[in-house]
C-alpha cells in the first residue's frame, strides 16, 4: 500500500511528538517532515515533497496565510490542511481562501483529523469547526469605501495569492498600474497584510465560499 506522506508543522514539539506517533500507527500514513514554524515549513515541504501538510495557523515568524501561501508556491501539488485552535467559521473561510483544503480544530477527535487527512489527500475539502462557536464578536469597522470595478478585480485577485506581475498578465496591465492599484486599497481601506486583503475580499464576497 502507497503511504500518505504527511508533513507536520506546529511550534509545539510534544503536539508534533503526540501526532507523530498517531500517524506512524496507522497502515496508510507516514511522517516525511516536521517544522517549528511557516518558513522550516516551506523548506522541509520543498524537501520532502509531502502528499499533505497539517499546518498550524498561528506559529512564529510567517503568518498563517502567509504560510500556506508559500506553500502553495513551492509545492503546488501538495494538499494543505489546516489544525489550529481556532473554531470560529471565519479562520476556516480564511484558510481555504489562502489555499488550504481543510479545516480541523486541535480539540477534535484524532479519528476526525485521520478522516480529514485522508480526505484532502482524495482531492475533497474537509471542514471542522465548533458545534456551536456562537456569534461572532469583532470591534466596529468603518463602512468599506466604494471600490472601482478594476480595484475589486485586482482585489479578488491579490486576496487569491497572485503576484504583482501574475495580476498584471491576468488584466493586461502594467506592473506599476498593479503596485498603484494595491497601493490605493492600502491606503483607502488600512490594509497591511495579505491577511487584511483576503479577510476584506471575503467579506465583499469576492473569494466565492
Known amino acids: 500500500m502507497k ?3 504527511v508533513l507536520l508543522a506546529d ?9 507523530r506517533m498517531l500517524l506512524e500507527a496507522q497502515p496508510d500514513m507516514a511522517v516525511v517532515a ?6 522550516e ?3 522541509r515541504a520543498g524537501d520532502s515533497q509531502p502528499d499533505v501538510a497539517v499546518v498550524d495557523l498561528t506559529m512564529p515568524g510567517l503568518s498563517g496565510v502567509e504560510t500556506l501561501e508559500g506553500l502553495r508556491r513551492e509545492v503546488p501539488a501538495t494538499r494543505l490542511l489546516v489544525l489550529t485552535m481556532h473554531d470560529d467559521p471565519g479562520y476556516a473561510r480564511l484558510a481555504l481562501a489562502a489555499g488550504a483544503s481543510g479545516h480541523v480544530i486541535k480539540d477534535a477527535e484524532s479519528s476526525e483529523l485521520l478522516a480529514a487527512i485522508r480526505a484532502v489527500h482524495r482531492g475533497r475539502t474537509f471542514v471542522q469547526v465548533g458545534s456551536d462557536p456562537g456569534p ?3 470591534p466596529a469597522r468603518p ?8 480595484e475589486r478585480q485586482v482585489l479578488e485577485l491579490l486576496a ?3 503576484t504583482n506581475r501574475e495580476v498584471a498578465d491576468r488584466l493586461s496591465l502594467s506592473v506599476k498600474t498593479v503596485e498603484t492599484h494595491r497601493a490605493r486599497l492600502s491606503d483607502k481601506l488600512g490594509l497591511h497584510s495579505r491577511a487584511d486583503l483576503v479577510r476584506l475580499a471575503i467579506e465583499l464576497g469576492l473569494l466565492g465560499r
Open 136 to 138: 461572532a464578536l469583532a
Open 11 to 19: 511550534d509545539h514539539a510534544i503536539l508534533r511528538a503526540g501526532l
Open 3 to 5: 503511504k500518505i506522506r
Open 143 to 150: 463602512p468599506v469605501p466604494t471600490l472601482s470595478p478594476r
Open 160 to 162: 487569491h495569492g497572485h
Open 41 to 43: 515549513a516551506i523548506v
Open 34 to 39: 516536521e517544522a517549528a514554524d511557516g518558513r
